[in-house]
């Protein structure tokens, strides 16, 4: 028995739906998953910390996973809490290697959590790799750990040095917790800083699970205002919530010593918590404001990789990142390149063999020319797991942790110094440990956009009028700067400002000029143009000047982007909007050219500090193109796949399926366009991306056009050929078609390829003049043939006589003639000029009724009521005759009785005549009435009135 054809249809659709949506299915239902464990504090009194973890590595294998994850397989998290507790650490580790899947860990957040889990991972051979544990004893001595931050060891000499060289102190107390990562810091920095000289008079220590930890944070704060200046400077080292009271002690009390804190205290939710005081929500950083703080990261100096991870850990989880989201992302990409890279199988029966896999990889990553580049530098690894990674020094200010004026960074090469021993006696290089630095010079910048305008799009290039500033430590010269993307080179202004506080200089001037844009090819995707402005100085390298963004004099971007949208700073004549605003420093290389100042520089090239703005802007239009979530573009593309595909279902009737399919191409369309460029942009191929947007430009042109001459045919040459019986001429659909794409063609070349369309119809005219010349006699048929469909004296069907020609009838016109199918079985083409200037007999008009005569010649001696109704019923009983007429008249030898018959069908008139007669003949001779000769008339005529 066979099945119902509606259970049929269910079968092929369900098969149908899932071929389209079996990538995106197999992709979520989990098989072949990757298991990367997370373990930080997710509770108890650091659950802010583990709460920025687990946001920075979900912001990165988020990513990954929409690009396709590893080899198709998706990357899942495991995500643990240890309270940030030692105890319940180890069990979270132990758990982790119970659940005998996690390829690699990425935690703990704290260096106790971290050396308590590490003795687990050592002992069943897990890869771990910490983001923010600094103790060094938690990497040492355990090759399966590895650390994204520098360590201890290097941050208490890093600070005692800053604070000796830079700082010029000569004594200073130490505050530490008693957890691991304050003890031991504290312990590097008190030797350190011996060694340098420095007198240490004081070491306060804490219990963090004193239950009189207030009490004992008021003694030291007590201890510490006794000693007053012969504290001399304060080193601390602890945790957020220690250092949130003992912070708010020491401005409540008064002191003035200056405060230097480990890099665990530089965190945008440490300041946040003093904003429900007073005194700090009347003067915002009234607790902080000039204190120091060590980071790896401070996003005034964020570059252009620092710049995109920022603005998708905003638009992702609508806050700003710290230091340990971005230390997390960068491990989340170490751990991802590792399992790309590592030749892993994802295969639990092998899971031994890829985690040493990976660990023999991460081992691998020993030099820069192996370097990952993330947010927070080049991560690799020395013997102990440990990575090179710098230290920024911060400065609190307003509630904001900005680069102190003074920053050291690291030589790459001492063979960059000609006289390392005199670098190191002026102290224009320091020496921390094996590692040596400069003493680099940071100029807080900003700029101010006044007026945008003379956008042209073709030449890349726009007209800019804006104020910059510079902010200063010291007696260089930061407004001697070389604008890089200037059409033309371009001067500083006359200078507006200038003041000088303590040993800050402000400096401010105003610029104009014409600047190139559209650095950034990715967001043409988007519609989007990017106004560009980077600078760097002439002659001073990075190691001695960095331009760093001035947080603090410039507004936020989105403040800024809605300050330039209401003062009109761009033309609102030229439709342009702004759509997002960013300001970054960066890295610009210069050729040396043998400069005597650089000949020690290996790679003949010298780097600069550069300053950076950008605004984008796009047209006020409403977009669909490439304005789609990119989640739900994937499943946009299988749904539109699967109802295109339904259409060659049996049954489903495709003309009635036209304006579903229209619209499914359409969202097809959309759909592809993003996951193609998405998928270019992710493997960094921007130089595909252009192509793709022609492409798709044109198609969207293309496509519509197609899809309207497919429904003029259904929805209005079929309908009106349905209506009134008659064919719409071939002349008519192929001039409506070719009239749509040269609309399209134009379209193109106007839209997509920047081409004005007057010059082109200017040129075209010349060349429809010449080659008018040489088809006259064709063009006046082609005329003849639009006017002959514009006045309609004959139709495709009708039957006609032209002049002297055969009847026939109309089968086509085309460009260039009438095509007339004649009664003998002929085919006549009559060129259209002849056929609008000839006399034309139309037997269809104005209506399809035929009129054929018969003449019968009968004897008088018959009753003509009696005859009259014989011929009457005979020809009525012809089929197809509509209704016939009887005519009669006396002749000089008896009487001649005319028969009419009305038919439809011209083209069977002999057909009706022969009929007819044999009736008339037939049913005469019945009554007896012998006719003296039955005649056809040989002429036709039109019934007046039918």
Same mark, same amino acid.
């Given at each position: 028995?066979?099945?119902?054809?509606?259970?049929?249809?269910?079968?092929?659709?369900?098969?149908?739906?899932?071929?389209?949506?079996?990538?995106?299915?197999?992709?979520?239902?989990?098989?072949?998953?990757?298991?990367?464990?997370?373990?930080?504090?997710?509770?108890?009194?650091?659950?802010?910390?583990?709460?920025?973890?687990?946001?920075?590595?979900?912001?990165?294998?988020?990513?990954?996973?929409?690009?396709?994850?590893?080899?198709?397989?998706?990357?899942?998290?495991?995500?643990?809490?240890?309270?940030?507790?030692?105890?319940?650490?180890?069990?979270?580790?132990?758990?982790?290697?119970?659940? &005998?899947?996690?390829?690699?860990?990425?935690?703990?957040?704290?260096?106790?959590?971290?050396?308590?889990?590490?003795?687990?991972?050592?002992?069943?051979?897990?890869?771990?790799?910490?983001?923010?544990?600094?103790?060094?004893?938690?990497?040492?001595?355990?090759?399966?750990?590895?650390?994204?931050?520098?360590?201890?060891?290097?941050?208490?000499?890093?600070?005692?040095? *800053?604070?000796?060289?830079?700082?010029?102190?000569?004594?200073?107390?130490?505050?530490?917790?008693?957890?691991?990562?304050?003890?031991?810091?504290?312990?590097?920095?008190?030797?350190?800083?011996?060694?340098?000289?420095?007198?240490?008079?004081?070491?306060?220590?804490?219990?963090?699970?004193? $239950?009189?930890?207030?009490?004992?944070?008021?003694?030291?704060?007590?201890?510490?205002?006794?000693?007053?200046?012969?504290?001399?400077?304060?080193?601390?080292?602890?945790?957020?919530?220690?250092?949130?009271?003992?912070?708010?002690?020491?401005?409540?009390?008064?002191?003035?010593?200056?405060?230097?804190?480990?890099?665990?205290?530089?965190?945008?939710?440490?300041?946040?918590?003093?904003?429900?005081?007073?005194?700090?929500?009347?003067?915002?950083?009234?607790?902080?404001?000039?204190?120091?703080?060590?980071?790896?990261?401070?996003?005034?100096?964020?570059?252009?990789? #620092?710049?995109?991870?920022?603005?998708?850990?905003?638009?992702? *989880?609508?806050?700003?990142?710290?230091?340990?989201?971005?230390?997390?992302?960068?491990?989340?990409?170490?751990?991802?390149?590792?399992?790309?890279?590592?030749?892993?199988?994802?295969?639990?029966?092998?899971?031994?063999?890829?985690?040493?896999?990976?660990?023999?990889?991460?081992?691998?990553? &020993?030099?820069?020319?192996?370097?990952?580049?993330?947010?927070?530098?080049?991560?690799?690894?020395?013997?102990?797991?440990?990575?090179?990674?710098? +230290?920024?020094?911060?400065?609190?200010?307003?509630?904001?942790?900005?680069?102190?004026?003074?920053?050291?960074?690291?030589?790459?090469?001492?063979?960059?110094?000609?006289?390392?021993?005199?670098?190191?006696? &002026?102290?224009?290089?320091?020496?921390?440990?094996?590692?040596?630095?400069?003493?680099?010079?940071?100029?807080?910048?900003?700029?101010?956009?006044?007026?945008?305008?003379?956008?042209?799009?073709r030449s890349q290039t726009y007209l800019a009028d804006f104020h910059v500033w510079f902010r200063y430590h010291g007696s260089i010269e930061p407004q001697d700067i070389e604008f890089l993307n200037a059409t033309e080179p371009v001067e500083m202004g006359a200078q507006l400002a200038e003041k000088q506080t303590g040993q800050m200089t402000y400096r401010m001037y105003k610029v104009q000029g014409r600047f190139m844009m559209d650095s950034y090819s990715d967001r043409r995707m988007y519609g989007e143009h990017v106004l560009n402005i980077s600078f760097r100085h002439r002659e001073l390298p990075r190691c001695n000047l960095i331009y760093v963004t001035d947080l603090l004099g410039m507004e936020p971007p989105e403040t800024l982007q809605e300050k330039i949208a209401t003062t009109r700073v761009l033309n609102p004549a030229e439709d342009w909007t702004v759509s997002g605003i960013y300001f970054f420093q960066g890295v610009s290389e210069k050729e040396s050219l043998g400069h005597p100042d650089h000949l020690e520089s290996q790679s003949g090239v010298v780097d600069y500090s550069k300053f950076k703005i950008g605004v984008r802007i796009k047209k006020q239009e409403l977009r669909l193109r490439r304005n789609l979530p990119p989640m739900s573009v994937n499943y946009l593309f299988g749904a539109s796949l699967a109802?295109?595909?339904?259409?060659?279902?049996?049954?489903?009737?495709?003309?009635?399926?036209?304006?579903?399919?229209?619209?499914?191409?359409? +969202?097809?369309?959309?759909?592809?366009?993003?996951?193609?460029?998405?998928?270019?942009?992710?493997?960094?191929?921007?130089?595909?991306?252009?192509?793709?947007?022609?492409?798709? #430009?044109?198609?969207?042109?293309?496509?519509?056009?197609?899809?309207?001459?497919?429904?003029?045919?259904?929805?209005?040459?079929?309908?009106?050929?349905?209506?009134?019986?008659?064919?719409?001429?071939?002349?008519?659909?192929?001039?409506?078609?070719?009239?749509?794409?040269?609309?399209?063609?134009?379209?193109?070349?106007?839209?997509?390829?920047?081409?004005?369309?007057?010059?082109?119809?200017?040129?075209?005219?010349?060349?429809?003049?010449?080659?008018?010349?040489?088809?006259?006699?064709?063009?006046?048929?082609?005329?003849?043939?639009?006017?002959?469909?514009?006045?309609?004296?004959?139709?495709?069907?009708?039957?006609?006589?032209?002049?002297?020609?055969?009847?026939?009838?109309?089968?086509?016109?085309?460009?260039?003639?009438?095509?007339?199918?004649?009664? #003998?079985?002929?085919?006549?083409?009559?060129?259209?000029?002849?056929?609008?200037?000839?006399?034309?007999?139309? @037997?269809?008009?104005?209506?399809?009724?035929? $009129?054929?005569?018969?003449?019968?010649?009968?004897?008088?001696?018959?009753?003509?009521?009696?005859?009259?109704?014989?011929?009457?019923?005979?020809?009525?009983?012809?089929?197809?005759?509509?209704?016939?007429?009887?005519?009669?008249?006396?002749?000089?030898?008896?009487?001649?009785?005319?028969?009419?018959?009305?038919?439809?069908? @011209?083209?069977?008139?002999?057909?009706?005549?022969?009929?007819?007669?044999?009736?008339?003949?037939?049913?005469?001779?019945?009554?007896?009435?012998?006719?003296?000769?039955?005649? @056809?008339?040989?002429?036709?005529?039109?019934?007046?009135?039918?």
């Open positions: 028995m066979r099945p119902p054809i509606k259970t049929i249809r269910c079968m092929i659709l369900s098969t149908l739906f899932v071929a389209a949506f079996a990538p995106c299915l197999l992709f979520a239902g989990g098989r072949g998953d990757l298991h990367i464990a997370v373990v930080c504090p997710l509770s108890g009194r650091n659950a802010s910390n583990g709460k920025a973890v687990i946001q920075g590595v979900r912001l990165y294998v988020d990513a990954v996973n929409r690009g396709g994850g590893v080899d198709g397989k998706k990357i899942v998290l495991d995500v643990y809490d240890d309270g940030d507790d030692a105890d319940t650490a180890a069990k979270m580790a132990r758990d982790i290697a119970g659940a &005998d899947r996690a390829l690699a860990v990425i935690g703990h957040e704290s260096s106790t959590c971290s050396m308590m889990g590490g003795e687990v991972y050592l002992q069943h051979r897990i890869p771990a790799l910490s983001p923010t544990s600094t103790d060094v004893r938690v990497t040492r001595g355990n090759p399966w750990y590895f650390r994204m931050t520098f360590n201890n060891e290097f941050q208490g000499r890093f600070l005692a040095n *800053y604070m000796r060289k830079v700082f010029r102190q000569g004594h200073v107390s130490v505050i530490h917790e008693d957890l691991a990562y304050g003890a031991n810091l504290a312990e590097v920095f008190v030797g350190a800083a011996k060694n340098l000289g420095v007198r240490v008079p004081h070491v306060w220590r804490y219990d963090v699970k004193d $239950k009189g930890l207030d009490q004992r944070l008021e003694e030291i704060v007590d201890e510490l205002d006794r000693a007053g200046e012969k504290a001399g400077a304060v080193f601390i080292a602890l945790h957020p919530p220690e250092g949130f009271k003992l912070i708010t002690l020491l401005r409540d009390r008064g002191i003035e010593n200056r405060i230097v804190f480990a890099a665990g205290l530089s965190s945008p939710e440490f300041l946040r918590q003093f904003s429900r005081y007073p005194k700090e929500m009347e003067h915002p950083g009234y607790y902080t404001d000039g204190m120091y703080a060590a980071s790896g990261v401070i996003f005034d100096t964020a570059d252009e990789k #620092d710049q995109a991870f920022m603005e998708a850990y905003r638009r992702a *989880y609508g806050e700003e990142p710290n230091r340990r989201a971005a230390f997390s992302y960068d491990a989340a990409k170490v751990v991802h390149r590792a399992l790309e890279d590592a030749g892993i199988s994802g295969d639990l029966e092998e899971l031994a063999t890829d985690r040493h896999r990976i660990r023999q990889w991460l081992a691998s990553r &020993d030099s820069s020319f192996k370097a990952i580049s993330g947010v927070t530098g080049r991560t690799y690894f020395n013997a102990d797991g440990d990575p090179s990674k710098p +230290i920024t020094m911060g400065m609190f200010k307003n509630r904001r942790l900005v680069s102190a004026p003074i920053q050291l960074q690291e030589v790459p090469s001492l063979s960059e110094i000609p006289n390392v021993r005199t670098a190191l006696a &002026d102290e224009r290089v320091i020496r921390v440990g094996g590692r040596y630095f400069y003493k680099t010079n940071v100029v807080y910048t900003g700029i101010q956009m006044d007026k945008i305008s003379e956008i042209d799009i109802v295109l595909l339904c259409g060659f279902v049996p049954g489903i009737k495709r003309e009635s399926f036209l304006l579903v399919k229209a619209a499914t191409v359409a +969202i097809l369309l959309v759909s592809s366009e993003i996951i193609l460029l998405q998928w270019f942009l992710e493997r960094h191929q921007t130089h595909h991306l252009q192509p793709i947007i022609r492409i798709f #430009d044109i198609l969207w042109w293309g496509v519509p056009a197609f899809f309207l001459i497919r429904c003029i045919e259904r929805y209005i040459w079929t309908p009106l050929e349905q209506k009134t019986n008659r064919s719409i001429p071939n002349l008519v659909r192929r001039f409506v078609k070719i009239f749509i794409w040269m609309l399209v063609c134009f379209g193109i070349l106007a839209f997509v390829f920047d081409r004005k369309i007057t010059s082109l119809l200017a040129t075209s005219g010349v060349i429809t003049m010449i080659i008018g010349l040489a088809i006259q006699v064709n063009i006046a048929n082609i005329f003849s043939g639009i006017a002959i469909n514009l006045e309609r004296p004959f139709q495709i069907g009708d039957w006609i006589k032209i002049n002297d020609l055969s009847q026939g009838k109309v089968t086509d016109i085309t460009w260039r003639t009438t095509r007339i199918w004649t009664s #003998d079985n002929n085919m006549v083409n009559i060129p259209n000029s002849m056929a609008s200037e000839a006399v034309i007999v139309n @037997y269809n008009r104005p209506d399809e009724a035929f $009129k054929i005569d018969i003449d019968v010649h009968l004897d008088a001696v018959h009753p003509p009521e009696q005859v009259e109704e014989i011929m009457r019923e005979a020809m009525l009983s012809v089929p197809g005759v509509r209704r016939v007429e009887v005519l009669f008249q006396f002749h000089d030898w008896g009487c001649i009785y005319t028969g009419s018959i009305f038919v439809r069908d @011209y083209g069977e008139i002999q057909s009706f005549q022969h009929a007819a007669t044999k009736k008339i003949w037939a049913a005469l001779t019945r009554e007896g009435i012998e006719p003296m000769g039955l005649k @056809y008339a040989p002429w036709m005529t039109k019934d007046p009135a039918p």
